[in-house]
């Protein structure tokens, strides 16, 4: 719910009270005796900046994990068509280091080495 909020402001009508924009919907929260409506909507606020922030960097990480991964597979793509694909751990550390070349972060590498090895499902045939 915190992610959906797009606005935090005093309800000009009442001092002990403020609303919440939300992406489908207005909520309006009355304050408790004793405590600040500004610390209210301060925190509020500083709640969903940091949501936004971080929802923010997820997808940047995700964006850039993608990148990796294409690249990653025109690295391989074009390691087999030098050398085919590696049979004993001499080649495939040759093939690490090929990778790495690229500037590939040692994870990216592992996580592509583990797709290339997990059996794929095939397809049922048609008869």
């Known amino acids: 719910m915190l992610a959906s909020m ?21 909520k ?13 909507v301060e925190g509020l606020d500083m709640a969903n900046q940091e949501i936004r922030e971080n929802m923010k960097e997820e997808k940047e990480a995700e964006e850039l994990e993608e990148k990796e991964k294409a690249k990653a597979k025109m690295m391989h793509g074009q390691w087999m068509q030098k050398n085919g694909m590696p049979t004993n751990e001499e080649q495939w550390t040759a093939w690490f280091q090929w990778m790495k070349s690229g500037n590939l972060e040692d994870q990216t590498i592992r ?5 290339l090895m997990t059996p794929q499902p095939q397809a049922p045939q048609r008869r």
Request: aromatic residues 16%.
């Open 111 to 115: 996580n592509f080495y583990q797709d």
């Open 6 to 26: 797009t606005q935090v402001h005093r309800d000009p009508q009442r001092q002990d009270q403020f609303c919440v924009k939300y992406t489908k919907e207005t």
């Open 28 to 40: 309006i929260y009355r304050r408790e005796q004793g405590k600040s409506l500004d610390s209210w």
